[in-house]
């Protein structure tokens, strides 16, 4: 039977409450009841012919009418005679839809939140509009989101770090789980001269807000025994802050970029170099480097078509960077350590050279194998040595 029962009516309800749309004209002030139900009723040939089942439809429909109203209309059928039938449901009020989908706490529980916001950020309750399911998960939480608030709009852009905020009964380890809701909650509620639209997603959170974040940090290994920075009798594998970096002033001439750590440990000596531990894509820690433009810059990738993407990045910073073992030759060299590459990046890339571009268009359409790839640290390391000092 596909005619509408009370549990139809239920589950009616239970997509508005899913969707959201009752929570939000809680939070907008606006009346969803009294609201009209979908109805669907038996059909005239329907009723001549189950006229048993169409009673029963209409007993239990009506039976079951306690937190729902039926509208009746008189139909005369040429066989059955007339006969009173439900037109039309409705609900009433929003206590009653409450009562059918089994909700009232929790709708006790965002009107509170909503009480709370109208009282102490009214411009917040456009959030909880857009986003009530959200606003209700963080029902118990919503007061200390709250205070966060308001310490920001009392100290703005505050430049001290996220674990110097100083909040009776909120812990800073709190404020950094609840970034993502505390940014949109501050683009609302914050003066536009208390935020860097410079900074956008969680990553610039402080940044946007002006708290001071965790420095960026540069580790390299100085590989000429000859020039240490630290005791030679000590590993010259060295992190400091991408600042710091930035200002040292090292004979160096030489710099190599690898992304594989071990890579990076087991490099091998080359007169006035030194070796980064790559950055992936986030080569921004470089950018205060003037010094790396005097240098040779090499970048030693994964044979696939990121490893290539990562390079076209670093030259849109450092134009004059070298690719180091990302050639056919080592390709197909190492074609026993062929792996697959996961997902590939198909994109145009603009900065390569035309032997790059050669072996990215390789890979990236598949000439050589699906999705190959050969990951940096499969290269045979005397392969590594061999290349490296036939650089000079």
């Known amino acids: 039977m596909s005619w509408t029962t009370p549990s139809d009516i239920v589950r009616q309800l239970g997509k508005l409450w899913d969707k959201g749309t009752i929570l939000a004209a809680l939070a907008a002030d606006t009346e969803l009841f009294p609201r009209r139900m979908s109805l669907k009723m038996p059909t005239s040939t329907e009723m001549a012919e189950r006229f048993g089942e169409v009673r029963a439809w209409i007993s239990r429909l009506d039976g079951e009418a306690k937190q729902y109203r039926l509208v009746w209309r008189d139909i005369r059928h040429r066989t059955l005679g007339e006969n009173t039938v439900p037109a039309e449901i409705w609900v009433d009020s929003l206590d009653d839809c409450l009562a059918l989908v089994g909700r009232h706490r929790e709708a006790k529980q965002f009107a509170s939140v909503v009480a709370l916001t109208r009282q102490r950020y009214p411009q917040l309750l456009a959030w909880l509009i857009k986003r009530p399911l959200h606003g209700l998960a963080l029902a118990d939480d919503w007061s200390q989101l709250l205070d966060i608030v308001s310490w920001l709009e009392c100290h703005p852009r505050p430049r001290i770090y996220l674990r110097q905020v100083d909040i009776p009964g909120v812990h800073s380890k709190f404020i950094e789980s609840h970034r993502g809701v505390l940014a949109e909650l501050f683009d609302l509620a914050l003066p536009a001269a208390a935020i860097d639209n410079s900074g956008r997603g969680i990553t610039s959170f402080c940044r946007r807000y002006g708290f001071r974040g965790k420095p960026e940090r540069v580790r390299f290994r100085l590989l000429d025994p000859s020039f240490p ?89 450092l134009p004059a960077t070298h690719s180091f073992l990302m050639d056919r030759e080592t390709l197909l060299a190492h074609q026993a350590h062929w792996g697959e590459e996961p997902q590939q990046n198909r994109g145009e890339l603009t900065r390569l050279t035309t032997m790059e571009q050669l072996v990215y268009d390789d890979l990236r359409f598949d000439r050589l194998a699906v999705r190959l790839r050969l990951e940096q640290e499969r290269i045979g390391f005397q392969w590594v040595e061999t290349m490296v000092h036939h650089q000079g």
């Open 229 to 317: 920075l630290l005791p030679k009798a000590v590993d010259q594998d060295i992190t400091v802050t991408a600042y710091t970096f930035a200002r040292l002033k090292l004979p160096v001439e030489r710099v190599y970029i690898t992304e594989n750590e071990i890579n990076f440990l087991a490099f091998p000596e080359v007169a006035r170099s030194m070796v980064i531990f790559g950055a992936g894509y986030g080569f921004g820690i470089f950018t205060g480097a003037a010094w790396l433009h005097t240098c040779t810059v090499h970048y030693w990738g994964d044979i696939d078509t990121h490893g290539f993407a990562i390079l076209d990045q670093l030259r849109s910073l």
